[in-house]
């Protein structure tokens, strides 16, 4: 058959394309379940990491069916309302309003003590960002933090995901002494504010800062009333 | 031909080797530069990145090269693009799936390597001309000639960058100005401009040690 003629064209091309997109989702299919593992293992090991502890792959579910000892879904008011916690898709809830949407709590218990582990959702320069913040059982102390980011750049924005940029939020406290909710100052150095509200930002990445600062004082401001409650 | 040719003859190892030197993808014909300064800030990404390239580059000259004789002229670039994305979305998904933290660190760079023109630029070359065995090696050289650039630039700007290797601290704490001494990492260094300078740079080094190259 003549290569140039328009029929092969057509023909080669319908079937190269049939054939790649059979390929590529059987691919999918069958890689499916292995990645929505991994998804489930990496976001029990990113609970854990905001209460500071450390776990890989093989032993992260192991470790949080130990230490995660209860969860729950409240709403803006700080009722309890029906829900899985751990199913909770952050990026929808943050699309609804504040009065409508689910906010996840994890309790999880550390020589004897309660930490209340809330996630979080944002924006970065280039996509999402998101985290969880853990708090002591005063509802106003940081135990501990940790983010992770879809694309931001290596080396500047990327950092959030970092020990060193996490570790400034321990024992940082979210409340001021009048009692108001004041979150966390992600600050540049020409920027003050009371140091135990502030970290400092990231050189070079001053949107995924200031975007991991509007995330973590949106999110904590949906909590308030679960707060005023736990206190 | 008469005579089969041997599977390591001197022109096929001259396939495996002369990307890596005179006919560097990166430094000599001058493709696949923005990857090459988009993934560098640090080394790990660098090496996966190369890793990743060389294989998709491997497979897609093998796929093509098997295909050339039936591909229709007027849509062979078509068909070129839509093996490379297939490699890569499988790259991508198979990475997911295995070695999902390896597949975080790279994030949106593996679907980036649909864009470089290196892959383009060795099917269209050789691959469409070459049967299958000089067309993987000629990937293999390539992928590897990329790689070894990409490498040598993400080591220069890690350490000069961020003073640190695979993210681990190479320059002690107390030499920095913060802490009273007199060293401070070069900011420069992780933005992108001065990737390309130290593309320039290792291109001006090679043509010092490599005279055939430098043009009249």
């Known amino acids: 058959m003549d290569r140039n003629s328009n029929v092969y064209t057509f023909i080669y091309a319908s079937a190269m394309v049939i054939l790649v997109a059979a390929v590529l989702s059987i691919a999918a299919f069958n890689l499916k379940p292995f990645q929505a593992k991994n998804i489930e293992i990496e976001k029990k090991q990113n609970i854990l990491a905001s209460v500071n502890i450390a776990a890989n792959a093989t032993n992260a579910e192991q470790i949080y069916n130990e230490k995660i000892v209860n969860s729950y879904v409240v709403n803006a008011k700080g009722e309890q309302v029906d829900g899985n916690a751990f199913t909770v898709d952050m990026k929808k809830e943050r699309a609804k309003k504040v009065e409508d949407r689910a906010l996840p709590v994890f309790e999880c218990e550390i020589d004897g003590n309660i930490k209340y582990i809330l996630p979080l959702y944002g924006a970065g320069l280039w996509g999402p960002i998101w985290g969880y913040i853990s708090l002591d059982s005063d509802m106003n102390t940081i135990y501990g933090a940790t983010f992770d980011h879809q694309g931001e750049t290596p080396g500047l924005g990327a950092e959030i995901a970092t020990k060193a940029f996490q570790e400034q939020f321990k024992g940082k406290t979210i409340f001021d002494n009048d009692g108001k909710l004041y979150s966390i100052i992600v600050a540049k150095s020409n920027e003050t504010a009371p140091a135990e509200h502030k970290v400092d930002a990231i050189s070079g990445g001053t949107i995924t800062s200031k975007g991991l600062q509007s995330m973590v004082e949106e999110d904590l401001n949906a909590y308030k009333a679960f707060f005023n409650q736990k206190k | ?216």
Do not use: H
Not at chain 2, 162 to 185: Q, R, T, V
């Open chain 2, 1 to 216: 031909m008469s005579e089969k040719e041997a599977l390591f003859s001197k022109k096929n190892l001259g396939l495996l080797s002369n990307p890596l030197n005179s006919d560097n993808p990166i430094t000599v014909q001058v493709l696949g530069i923005c990857s090459a300064l988009a993934v560098t800030a640090q080394l790990k990404p660098a090496i996966v990145m190369a890793i990743a390239v060389t294989a998709v580059v491997a497979f897609a000259n093998v796929i093509i090269s098997l295909l050339r004789n039936t591909i229709p002229n007027r849509i062979r670039i078509i068909v070129q693009l839509v093996v490379i994305a297939a490699l890569v979305i499988l790259v991508d998904q198979v990475l997911k799936a295995f070695v999902y933290d390896v597949s975080k660190q790279l994030s949106v760079f593996v679907g980036l390597i649909i864009t470089n023109c290196i892959l383009m630029g060795r099917l269209e070359a050789f691959a469409l001309g070459n049967k299958p065995w000089p067309s993987l090696l000629d990937g293999i050289g390539n992928g590897a000639g990329y790689g070894a650039i990409l490498v040598i630039i993400g080591f220069f700007r890690e350490l000069l960058g961020s003073g640190s290797l695979f993210g681990y601290k190479l320059i002690p704490e107390s030499w920095y100005i913060a802490n009273g001494g007199f060293y401070s990492n070069n900011g420069m260094m992780i933005l992108p401009p001065m990737a390309l300078i130290t593309v320039g740079v290792i291109i001006w080094v090679q043509r010092s040690k490599n005279r055939k190259l430098i043009e009249d």
